[in-house]
């Protein structure tokens, strides 16, 4: 196997709309700038060359809204990124027609990642979505009719005004459709955006309905026959996300982009959110600005620990021994919590519902704590 890393990430961050829930790396419109933009991708990408793998495993655009990027753009970014066993593009639902979707499948996208987050309308009316559930059903047929056999949904529950019967509505309607895969997510709405500003009361409500909107998510997946294999995702057998995997298992991967984050070789750095900044110095043949850090062993542990423990099988205890509080695991196991198998260290089925508590616990204050 080639040194460096094997999964790569590209930002796309143009977006029609920017969602009043939304913190990522966004920016609205501006089509002009799309191809130069591409132009500094690419140059960034020449620059890390040598920290990406010969055989790229996985790749995976998202942003913003990749899909929304002008087509030819796209088009021409996807024919010059290396070629992968899995390639993923994020896409919202109104821009996918039979031209996008046959675009997609040319350039040699493997899997489409689809933005649903619900099939109400007037809950997509609060989330400011502007794909009602006709245009999402639209969508996902245009991504079959293109050969698509590998198309995952997002859902969001918590959304203000929710009920547990809008939920069950949602998954009935998703599992109708028949996606490969599900990634149903908690609604995270970040203090100090417009949106907790509109709607905080209620989502000071609806926090108090996630554990039972949590379970009721499990339960109905579950019994459809989709794995639940990380938190907040589920599949059909063999069609796990191979790149949300390599995060998972605390592999190496490279991000370019406005905002990207690469962890290589035991480095982390994050590209800074400047446009201006990011177009700049590539146009000048610099790298882009950017934060670095060290990522050491006790931290490499502790990430490893703390996202390993999100999936459905166990993480190797010899890549996780220093981040494990003993005593603590002796407890989880003592309450039906956690458990040791194979060598491994895994939440039980209950531990998994209490997730990020489990977790914690487990959690060592301090290498010399540990006694796993």
Same mark, same amino acid.
């Not at 099939?119 to 293109?146: Q, S, T, W």
């Not at 905080?200 to 309905?209: F, I, M, P, V, Y």
């Not at 990011?278 to 600005?289: H, I, K, S, T």
């Given at each position: 196997?080639s040194?460096?890393?094997?999964?790569?990430?590209v930002?796309?961050?143009?977006?029609?709309?920017?969602?009043?829930?939304?913190?990522?790396?966004?920016?609205v419109?501006r089509?002009?700038?799309?191809?130069?933009?591409?132009?500094?991708?690419?140059?960034?990408?020449?620059?890390?060359?040598?920290?990406?793998?010969d055989?790229?495993?996985?790749?995976?655009l998202?942003?913003?809204?990749?899909?929304?990027t002008?087509?030819?753009?796209?088009?021409?970014?996807?024919?010059?990124?290396?070629?992968?066993?899995?390639?993923?593009?994020?896409?919202?639902?109104?821009?996918?027609?039979?031209?996008?979707?046959? $675009?997609?499948r040319t350039?040699?996208v493997t899997?489409?990642?689809?933005?649903?987050q619900s099939?109400?309308p007037?809950? $997509?009316?609060?989330?400011?979505?502007?794909?009602?559930?006709?245009v999402?059903?639209?969508?996902?047929?245009?991504?079959?009719d @293109?050969?698509?056999?590998?198309?995952?949904?997002?859902?969001v529950?918590?959304?203000?005004?929710?009920s547990a019967?809008?939920?069950?509505?949602? $998954?009935?309607?998703?599992?109708a459709?028949?996606p490969?895969?599900?990634?149903?997510?908690?609604?995270?709405a970040?203090?100090?955006?417009?949106?907790t500003?509109?709607?905080?009361?209620?989502?000071a409500?609806?926090?108090?309905a996630?554990e039972?909107?949590?379970?009721?998510?499990?339960?109905?997946?579950?019994?459809?026959?989709?794995?639940?294999?990380?938190t907040?995702?589920?599949?059909?057998?063999?069609?796990?996300?191979?790149?949300?995997l390599?995060?998972?298992h605390?592999?190496?991967?490279?991000?370019?982009g406005?905002?990207?984050?690469s962890?290589?070789?035991g480095?982390?750095w994050r590209n800074?959110?400047?446009?201006?900044?990011?177009?700049?110095?590539l146009?000048e043949?610099?790298?882009p600005?950017r934060?670095?850090?060290?990522?050491?062993?006790?931290?490499?542990?502790?990430?490893?620990?703390?996202?390993?423990?999100?999936?459905?099988?166990?993480?190797?205890?010899?890549?996780?021994?220093?981040?494990?509080?003993?005593?603590? $695991?002796?407890?989880?196991?003592?309450?039906?919590? @956690?458990?040791r198998?194979?060598?491994?260290?895994?939440?039980t089925?209950r531990?998994?519902?209490?997730?990020?508590?489990?977790?914690a616990?487990l959690?060592?204050?301090?290498? @010399?704590?540990?006694?796993?």
């Amino acid at each position: 196997m080639s040194a460096g890393a094997r999964h790569l990430y590209v930002h796309l961050p143009f977006c029609a709309h920017r969602c009043g829930y939304c913190d990522f790396v966004t920016l609205v419109g501006r089509r002009e700038g799309h191809g130069a933009y591409v132009d500094a991708l690419l140059a960034e990408l020449h620059f890390e060359q040598d920290v990406l793998a010969d055989d790229v495993e996985t790749l995976f655009l998202g942003g913003g809204t990749p899909t929304f990027t002008d087509p030819a753009e796209l088009a021409r970014l996807l024919a010059a990124l290396p070629r992968a066993a899995e390639v993923t593009v994020e896409a919202n639902p109104e821009t996918v027609t039979p031209e996008l979707a046959a $675009l997609l499948r040319t350039g040699g996208v493997t899997r489409v990642s689809l933005g649903v987050q619900s099939f109400r309308p007037e809950l $997509l009316a609060i989330l400011e979505r502007r794909a009602g559930p006709d245009v999402v059903r639209a969508a996902f047929y245009h991504l079959r009719d @293109a050969g698509f056999d590998n198309i995952s949904l997002d859902l969001v529950y918590g959304i203000p005004g929710q009920s547990a019967a809008d939920l069950r509505h949602d $998954l009935a309607e998703a599992i109708a459709l028949g996606p490969e895969h599900l990634s149903c997510y908690e609604l995270e709405a970040k203090p100090g955006t417009r949106f907790t500003h509109a709607h905080g009361d209620e989502l000071a409500r609806q926090a108090d309905a996630m554990e039972g909107y949590f379970e009721l998510v499990v339960e109905t997946l579950v019994g459809a026959g989709y794995r639940w294999y990380e938190t907040a995702n589920f599949c059909r057998a063999g069609r796990r996300a191979r790149h949300n995997l390599g995060y998972w298992h605390g592999e190496d991967y490279l991000g370019v982009g406005i905002g990207a984050v690469s962890t290589v070789g035991g480095r982390r750095w994050r590209n800074r959110a400047s446009l201006g900044g990011y177009l700049g110095a590539l146009a000048e043949g610099r790298l882009p600005p950017r934060d670095e850090e060290a990522v050491g062993p006790e931290v490499a542990h502790r990430e490893r620990l703390m996202l390993g423990l999100r999936l459905d099988e166990p993480v190797p205890l010899a890549q996780v021994a220093g981040a494990v509080d003993g005593e603590a $695991l002796v407890r989880m196991e003592r309450l039906g919590l @956690a458990e040791r198998r194979g060598g491994g260290l895994a939440l039980t089925r209950r531990g998994r519902f209490l997730g990020g508590g489990v977790t914690a616990e487990l959690m060592a204050e301090s290498p @010399a704590k540990s006694t796993i």
